[in-house]
């Protein structure tokens, strides 16, 4: 096995996984590494990628796995990369996993980590969610940075993404359905995948997590 630790951390929209991997990267000194992220970030500089993909994220849709599996190679291959990453949001599609495999080989993946929280509760969430456009921490709607709208760590801009409306998250929870959950049984038969319950706080769902990687020995 590599000793680059390489997390592949999947769930539903709202699940947790931004605000895990974000605790997760401090912890472990690896980098977070967001698709969606990369995509606003494009999105609001106005990048070829970002205007490409502007309306496909407004409306809830997946972008294309080939420019996916682009930017998560540009990205690895970034010298803070080297210790392993955090992948959040990728892979989403068999077609990705299928990708990785290949690009980091069948031993690159350490762990699948899958947040496993019910639709109802994530519906809630991602209604509630908003986020700091400058540092991307995430808040509730009952938040003081939520109400104020300046964010109490970096003082950026606190918003509610463009497609947190009902009609988008009911197209991102069915892409969920269609073409990510196939993955968990790409990832079991590999004897990757470890269920981790989201629906506990967010404390004791990183403490789950950390005890999962102690006992596979990824530490
Ligand atoms: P997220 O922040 O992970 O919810 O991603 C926001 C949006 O970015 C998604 O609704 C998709 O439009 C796009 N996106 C992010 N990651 C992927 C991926 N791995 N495959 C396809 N589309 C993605």
């Known amino acids: 096995m590599s000793n680059r630790l390489v997390l592949v951390v999947l769930g539903k929209q709202g699940a947790g996984k931004g605000t895990q991997c974000a ?3 401090e912890r472990y000194h690896i ?3 967001s698709t969606g992220d990369i995509l606003r970030a494009a999105v609001k500089a106005g990048t070829p990628v970002g205007v490409e993909v502007k309306e496909v994220l407004d409306r809830g849709e997946l ?6 599996m682009r930017l998560i190679e540009e990205r690895l291959s970034e010298s803070d990369a080297v210790a392993g990453a955090l992948l959040d949001g990728c892979t989403r599609t068999l077609g990705q996993a299928e990708a990785l495999e290949n ?3 069948p031993t690159g ?6 947040i496993d929280v019910p639709t109802e509760l994530v519906t809630k969430r991602l209604s509630a969610r908003r986020v700091c456009q400058e540092c991307g921490t995430i808040y509730t709607d009952t938040d003081v940075s939520a109400v104020s709208g300046t964010c109490e760590k970096c003082g950026g801009d606190v918003v ?3 497609d947190d409306t009902p009609e988008a998250i009911a197209t991102r929870l069915a892409a969920y359905e269609r073409d990510t959950r196939p993955l968990l049984d790409f990832y079991a ?3 990757l995948l470890v269920d981790v319950d989201g629906d506990q706080s967010v404390d004791a769902v990183s403490d789950a997590i950390h005890q999962v990687l102690v006992e596979r020995g990824l530490l």
């Open 103 to 105: 690009l980091l080989g």
């Open 189 to 191: 038969a590999r004897g």
């Open 63 to 68: 972008v294309s796995d080939d420019l996916i």
């Open 23 to 25: 605790r997760l990267s």
């Open 109 to 114: 993946v350490s762990l699948v980590l899958n």
């Open 160 to 162: 509610q993404r463009a």
């Open 31 to 33: 980098p977070h590494v």
